[in-house]
């Protein structure tokens, strides 16, 4: 991001209440939000706890264990119309349905109230506007198991602005990242290079080992080879897409 956690102008509205949807064992953002919004209250939601000592918690934060979708105007602290920013990063990898995500916490928000989202939105390496290996049979695998066995809704992110448009949103955008898949060219790319590329290919792995049960030996060890030699080495022109939509309630 260029250290630019922050793409919509969230700072023009002085939030005193923000939600962090999925903030993650280390709820890091959370923490970014508690320390650039001192005033506002942050409440971070996820479905498992967080690992923060309790000394480590700014006096500004509340973390809320559950989904999101169960607790909205269940929970007092998370009634409709209450949220000034809404921020989500990375809920691709458990998204059924992007549609009915967004409609839920879109209705959190209060007038003039913002939302941003980060995530991904396939399980396809990129080059150009196309898969990087169409051809290949373990991105096949791949993307069967996580859009059929997993159910995931992989599609929809790509036009998260379009739906907030439809909800009735105003001013929103989408932009996207393409993660260099080769070697870092910056400091910037150097986390993703080191950290977020290690991750996906373990993802990636876990999404092929999971479906080539059924399939024999030689052809689990030609799938297994494939991956390796084409998706681990860095390669040039190819990237991991991903993207950001934001827009502000009127």
């Not at 903030?23 to 005033?39: E, I, L, Q, S, V």
């Not at 993307?143 to 809704?153: I, T």
Request: with cysteine; charged share 25%; glycine share 6%.
């Amino acid at each position: 991001m260029h250290n630019n956690p922050i793409h919509a102008p969230v700072s023009d509205i002085n939030p005193k209440k923000i939600v962090d949807v999925g903030c993650g064992m280390n709820a890091d953002m959370t923490m970014y939000f508690a320390k650039r919004f001192p005033d506002a209250q942050v409440y971070a939601i996820d479905l498992a706890p967080v690992n923060i000592p309790k000394e480590h918690i700014p006096p500004n934060v509340t973390f809320i264990q559950g989904n999101i979708i169960d607790l909205v105007d269940v929970d007092p602290r998370l009634a409709s119309g209450s949220v000034d920013f809404l921020y989500s990063r990375l809920l691709a990898s458990g998204m059924q349905d992007w549609k009915k995500y967004i409609k839920c916490v879109t209705s959190l928000l209060g007038h003039g109230g913002m939302i941003e989202m980060h995530d991904f939105a396939d399980v396809a390496l990129m080059k150009g506007d196309k898969p990087a290996f169409g051809d290949s049979k373990w991105q096949s695998y791949a993307f069967e198991y996580a859009s059929k066995k997993m159910a995931l809704d992989l599609a929809t992110f790509r036009k998260a602005d379009v739906v907030m448009q439809d909800l009735g949103m105003e001013d929103t955008h989408i932009k996207e990242y393409r993660l260099n898949w080769g070697t870092a060219k910056d400091e910037s790319e150097k986390v993703w290079a080191l950290e977020g590329r290690a991750q996906w290919l373990a993802a990636l792995n876990m999404f092929v080992e999971n479906l080539i049960t059924d399939e024999s030996r030689d052809v689990q060890e030609e799938i297994r080879r494939e991956l390796r030699e084409q998706a681990i080495p860095p390669v040039e022109g190819v990237y991991f897409p991903f993207f950001v939509a934001w827009g502000r309630k009127p």
